[in-house]
């Protein structure tokens, strides 16, 4: 009978120089993994999700964070208005109050790469945003465990 699960176990060698070998295996030990092979597998996969984010159709998942002064004029408006000609893509927002002036926005995305990306340059490049940041990462769809 053939297995559920489709993901087997590939094994194969690979060649360092001694020196990037050791400092692997201090960064393994150092990030509190069990071993090298889950260390590299989340560095395989860390790849894939920056790899496949430079193609503009694969969907993706993110985070969209923003800083910016509240009391400068119409930036708030200006973020909702984008926000909600983009409505089936932010999926949620979590609005904090950092002190009297200063306000974090964080906005979960999901959609087309290259969606996203307009998304966010749009936002970010608002007047009175002070910084902004997209990070991404998979749907978790075409990522393996
Ligand atoms: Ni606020």
Sequence with gaps: MKSKSAQGVARFSISLPNELAAQLERMTQEKGYDNRSLAIADMV????????????????????????????????????????????????????HL???????????????????RIADELIAAKGVKHGKLTVTSTGKDLPS
Excluded: S
């Excluded at 694969?58 to 909600?84: M, P, R, S």
């Design 45 to 96: 996969r860390a790849h894939l999700v920056e790899h496949r984010q430079k193609y503009d159709d694969q969907e993706i998942a993110g985070t969209i964070t923003l800083l910016y002064d509240h009391h400068k004029q119409h930036v708030q408006a200006a973020l909702t208005d984008i926000q909600h000609d983009h409505h089936n893509v932010i999926i949620a927002t979590l609005h904090v």
């Design 99 to 117: 002190d009297h002036h200063n306000c974090m926005e964080l906005l979960a995305v999901r959609g087309k790469a290259a969606v996203i990306r």
